[in-house]
Structure formats: C-alpha cells, structure tokens
C-alpha cells in the first residue's frame, strides 16, 4: 500500500534551516508529482510546493525564494528544504502524493502522509 512517511521537522530558530524528506512506498514514484503542504494551529491547511514527476516545480508565493522542493527517484524521496524560516512558518508540514503527474490544487492529491512538525522561534 501507498505510504509516506515525513522526517526532519524540529525546533529551529527564526532565521535558520531545516530540510524536511519524505520517503514514498507501495507505488511507482517516478510516475506521481509530489507535493508538501502545511498546517498552522487554527488555520486551514495550505499548499507550500509540489514537483511534478519531471521535475516542474510550483511553489507558494509566501515561500518563494526561500523554500526549495527536489526529489530523488533513485531513493522515491521528496525534499522540502527551508531557508530563512520564519515565525509564521511554524506548522505541521504533510507530504502528499499527487494522482497524477502535476496537481492543480489539492482534491488532486490522494495520498497524505502523518506530517512532522516544524516550530521557528523568534
């Protein structure tokens, strides 16, 4: 079965790094787009990047510069890797699998991983 299970979310402070993986199984990576998305407390999840299986990158305008998507298929792994973080990125960071090659919004995604979670810090 389809699963995908997200590490590297931790404790950084307001202006680090950290770079979040999520490893894919039970499915043909290279065949899907990948995405991240996020979730604030009290706020409705949102779209952070996805990847198409070509390597087409999207990213929201809010991470744009700052965040860097990549995927590994020799490893059916996704990266999220966070620059410059800021308070207001503080959420639970899920990884989604896309039903097809490229999704345009998130009823297109079909497969969610449990999430990890990021905390910046002033």
Request: charged fraction near 20%; aromatic fraction near 12%; glycine fraction near 14%.
């Amino acid at each position: 079965q389809v699963q995908l299970a997200e590490s590297g979310g931790g404790l950084v402070q307001a202006g680090g790094s950290l770079r979040l993986a999520c490893a894919a199984s039970g499915f043909t990576f290279t065949s899907k787009g990948m995405g991240w998305y996020r979730q604030a407390p009290g706020k409705e999840r949102e779209f952070v990047a996805q990847i198409s299986k070509d390597g087409v990158k999207d990213y929201a305008d809010s991470v744009k510069g700052r965040f860097t998507i990549s995927r590994d298929n020799g490893k059916n792994t996704v990266y999220l890797q966070m620059n410059s973080l800021e308070r207001e990125d503080t959420a639970v960071y899920y990884c989604a699998r896309c039903s097809g090659s490229i999704c345009y919004g998130p009823y297109e995604f079909d497969y969610w991983g449990q999430g990890t979670q990021v905390t910046v810090s002033s």
